[in-house]
C-alpha cells in the first residue's frame, strides 16, 4: 500500500468514483462503492442448490438440489459465488470488466475470499485455476480478469496457481445474447488441458467472474474431471440471477 500522501495526490488527480452511482469516494475508499450504493450490493446469503450454488425461493433446508442440477448433474461438485449479478454487484463486476484497469482487482477479490471462506476449506483444494481467455479476447479486453482473481486469491490462501494447465482450444464468440442451450453448444470443445498439467487425482478451484448459465464453467469441468481430477469446485465472483 503506497503511503496516504501519495494515495490523497492521485485522488487529486484521478478522484475515485463509487462504481455504481458515479459520485466522488473519500481517497480511502477501498471498496469503490458509496455508503449508499454499498447497502445495493446483495451477497449471496439464504438457502441455495447445494451443487451449482443457485438462489432458492422460500424456507428451504438445505442440503437440496434444484430441479435443473437433478435433471443433469455438473460435473463440477460445488459452485459458489458471492454477489447476485444485478444492482451494485452488477456495475462492480461489469467496471472491473471492461474498465481495462484492473483496480477493481483488490475490492473483487475480498469478495471472492469471503464467499470461499463461508463455503470451502481452502485445505482442499491442490491447485486454484481460472477459466481461460482466448489470446485474441485478453488483447481485446487488456487483461484475464478470472486470471486476476485467481492469483489474488491464490497469494491470500497459500493454494498454488495452475496458469497453464487449461487453455482454450478455439476462439467462442460472445455468449451475451445467447440461451442456455446455445451456450452449452457454443463452449462444446473450447477448452484442453495441457500434457503435463498434472491435474491427475487433484481436487482444483476453479474461478471465474460470472456464472450465468453455468455452461462455461461446467464444460471446464468436463474436460478436468476427463483429465483425471479428483473434483472441481467453482467459485465466481458474482452469479446472473
Ligand atoms: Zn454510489
Ligand atoms: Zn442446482
Redesign the pocket.
Known amino acids: 500500500m503506497p503511503p496516504k500522501i501519495v494515495l490523497w495526490f492521485l485522488h487529486l488527480l484521478f478522484p475515485k468514483e463509487c462504481v455504481h452511482c458515479g459520485c466522488i469516494l473519500d481517497y480511502r475508499n477501498l471498496e469503490y462503492l458509496c455508503p449508499v450504493c454499498r447497502q445495493l450490493v446483495s451477497p449471496i446469503l439464504g438457502a441455495i ?1 447445494d ?2 450454488g ?1 438462489p432458492l425461493d422460500g424456507e428451504i433446508i438445505p442440503p437440496v ?2 430441479p ?2 437433478r435433471k443433469t448433474p455438473p460435473f463440477f461438485h460445488r459452485a459458489r459465488s458471492a454477489l447476485l449479478f444485478k444492482g451494485a454487484g452488477k456495475s462492480l463486476v461489469l467496471k472491473y470488466k471492461y474498465s481495462r484497469n484492473p483496480y477493481l482487482s483488490a475490492p473483487s477479490i475480498r469478495w471472492l475470499l469471503k464467499a470461499g471462506e463461508e463455503s470451502y476449506n481452502w485445505s482442499d483444494y491442490d491447485h486454484v485455476i481460472s477459466v481461460p481467455l482466448h489470446p485474441r479476447k485478453a488483447r481485446e479486453r487488456g487483461f484475464n480478469q478470472s486470471a486476476v482473481l485467481a492469483a489474488g486469491l491464490s497469494r491470500r490462501t497459500g493454494i498454488n496457481f495452475s496458469r497453464r494447465g487449461l487453455v482454450r482450444a478455439r476462439y467462442t464468440n460472445s455468449q451475451t445474447r445467447l440461451s442456455r442451450k446455445e451456450r452449452q453448444e457454443n463452449v462444446k470443445g473450447a477448452f484442453r488441458i495441457t500434457n503435463n498439467a498434472g491435474f491427475s487425482r487433484k481436487r482444483l478451484l476453479l474461478i471465474d467472474d460470472v456464472y450465468t448459465t453455468g455452461a462455461t464453467v461446467n464444460e471446464c469441468a468436463r474436460v478436468l474431471m476427463k483429465a483425471g481430477a479428483q473434483q472441481v469446485d467453482v467459485l465466481t465472483l458474482a452469479r446472473a440471477v
Do not use: A, D, L, V
Open positions: 442448490c451443487r451449482c443457485r438440489e434444484c435443473s442440477c
